[in-house]
RNA sequence: GGCCCGUUGGUGAAGCGGUUCAACACACCAGCCUUUCACGCUGGCAUGCAGGGGUUCGAAUCCCCUACGGGUCACCA
């Protein structure tokens, strides 16, 4: 039988990381398997579902590259994939279920439900729902559904055997029935929860295998259930760890101090295949030969992924490791695709286009100088918009002086050093990288002054730091008249 | 609180009873390269695998207990 496996989010929200690793990791194993990867949508908490949810959850898949077989953009011929176009499946499932005195309509409103709660929790037990609707007589439950009482469907977890299932990454599990109680399975509005939409498009979609988030492990048993009710196999399972924030919790979506959402990630110019790469990194490492490797490219990683390599503690994010997989790409790549991954970026940079303007650059003037800048900076970017503050350096017409470059410039061979410098330059006709090299020479004859103490004066003099780009580059790309300017300035603050 | 799951360094992790078992990577620190900077390279960074008991000739690796952390307890998914 080939391995069928689904990612199957609610239309609630942007993709974020840990969504997307769920999916990465489905996608990975029915790649790996050459089985199926589905895209189905769980939409059957219609006050949540966000109009632009689904679409926007396409675009991010379809960025990362993790493309479904079937899904409700491509249909298959398990379709609809969007539980709420899948309502008339369900209720033969429900209507047989209540036949069969497995289930049964509950007539308790949200408030009772809740005052029971409360009062059980006020008295230190668990709170559950009594089951008070499972004993209704005949008549009873005949007289309300005839008087129009709204209701859910409870399923009835009768008995005292214990559920047990097999987790591909937690091995052997087991839950007492006592334990849980009879969940809705219908809401009053007649929509499924999604407890019995979930098992079953997944039984009818014959999903072999449910790889999800470790918050599912204690809804299994439910599934579980009622799998067996409605007499259908129940597939394999791996509940997947966690992606922690740095505090060990839980992601939450309303929490800002991490980047969480792909379309961030997308828009500051990280590449699909590095975010996959450190995503698959997050809770699963490769073995054998290719233990000591964090570089992978999707097909390696298809090539390379095992459910039982998947590690059980929750993984906590660490974005300084992203941005740095991030940069292993970026270092990799060629410069005309990098070029041309930061042309969007430049091209809304106001301050670059009045820098390329000044300059009196056009056309491929431009496109020459945006060469320069982007092969400058790429061992420099661990994502794509940095080339925005990067490029800060030539585009910016006052430099700041930091506190490193101002403690440079108090040294005594300063005035020496952008004296002779200035004075070169200024008759320098060919005002290019390797000419500029050569003045920097003559200048370190003259004054005998090199290494250190004759190029941070003059860097820290030119760009108001002590780190930055290769010198003879930047002070070319400057402009002499920028250079030349800033010098004087300096000049005159030393003398004062 | 009940039920589940987990616990190797600041972080991701390798290790699956025994020839360096505490890899490798990020971060950090130091040095080298570079007449500067960055990239890169090299080295340092857990005397101990949450703690305590066992089992065993031998345990990070198996068992038990404790502690701590997390998840979950909805007519949300």
Not at 26 to 35: E, I, P
Not at 336 to 342: F, H, R, S, V, W
Not at 399 to 420: H, I, K, R, S, W
Request: charged share 25%; net charge negative; with cysteine.
């Amino acid at each position: 039988m080939t391995v069928r496996v689904r990612f199957a989010p609610s239309p609630t929200g942007h993709l974020h990381i840990g969504g997307a690793r769920t999916a990465l990791f489905n996608y990975l194993f029915a790649k790996r398997l050459g089985g199926s990867y589905i895209l189905r949508i769980e939409d059957t908490d219609t006050s949540r579902n966000k109009a632009d949810a689904e679409e926007k959850l396409i675009r991010a898949f379809q960025w990362l590259g993790l493309t479904w077989d079937e899904g409700p953009d491509i249909g298959g011929k398990y379709g609809p994939y969007r539980s709420m176009e899948r309502l008339d499946s369900y209720q033969p499932f429900l209507d047989k279920l209540v036949a069969e005195e497995k289930a049964y309509p509950c007539f308790c409103t949200k408030e009772e439900l809740e005052a029971e709660r409360e009062a059980a929790q006020k008295n230190g037990q668990t709170p559950r729902y009594s089951g008070k609707c499972r004993h209704l007589t005949a008549e009873e439950r005949q007289s309300k559904m005839t008087g129009n009482i709204p209701h859910t469907i409870r399923f009835a977890v009768t008995g005292n055997r214990e559920i047990g299932f097999q987790d591909h990454i937690r091995g052997n599990m087991s839950f007492q029935r006592s334990d849980i109680e009879d969940f809705v399975i219908c809401k009053s509005d007649g929509i499924p929860t999604y407890h019995f939409a979930v098992t079953i498009d997944d039984a009818l979609m014959d999903i072999t295998h449910v790889i999800r988030g470790e918050e599912h492990l204690s809804n299994t048993p439910k599934h579980v259930l009622l799998f067996e009710a409605i007499g259908q196999p129940v597939p394999e399972f791996a509940h997947i760890p966690l992606i922690l924030n740095e505090n060990g919790k839980k992601l939450s979506k309303r929490d800002e101090t991490i980047l969480q959402f792909i379309e961030q990630y997308h828009d500051l110019g990280y590449l699909p295949d590095a975010v996959n790469n450190y995503l698959a990194l997050l809770g699963w490492s490769p073995g054998g030969e290719y233990i000591e490797e964090e570089i992978f490219s999707l097909d390696k990683l298809v090539e390379l992924f095992s459910l039982d390599r998947i590690n059980k503690a929750g993984a906590i994010f660490n974005q300084d490791k992203l941005a740095w997989v991030n940069s292993q790409y970026i270092k990799a790549m060629g410069l005309d695709e990098l070029i041309k991954l930061t042309k969007p970026y430049l091209e809304k940079n106001n301050d670059y286009q009045a820098y390329l303007k000044q300059n009196e650059l056009h056309g491929e003037e431009a496109g020459e100088r945006t060469r320069e800048l982007v092969a400058l900076f790429q061992t420099g970017m661990n994502q794509i918009s940095d080339i925005n503050t990067l490029i800060q350096l030539f585009t910016i017409e006052e430099a700041t002086y930091d506190d490193e470059a101002n403690e440079v410039l108090t040294q005594e061979q300063v005035p020496v050093v952008l004296a002779a410098f200035s004075k070169k330059i200024e008759q320098l006709t060919d005002y290019a990288p390797a000419e500029i090299k050569k003045t920097l020479k003559a200048v370190q004859k003259e004054t005998g002054f090199k290494g250190k103490q004759l190029f941070m004066p003059i860097r820290a003099t030119a760009t108001g730091q002590v780190h930055g780009p290769d010198l003879n580059q930047t002070l070319y790309l400057l402009g002499k008249e920028k250079v030349l300017e800033r010098i004087e300035n300096v000049q005159k603050q030393v003398v004062s």
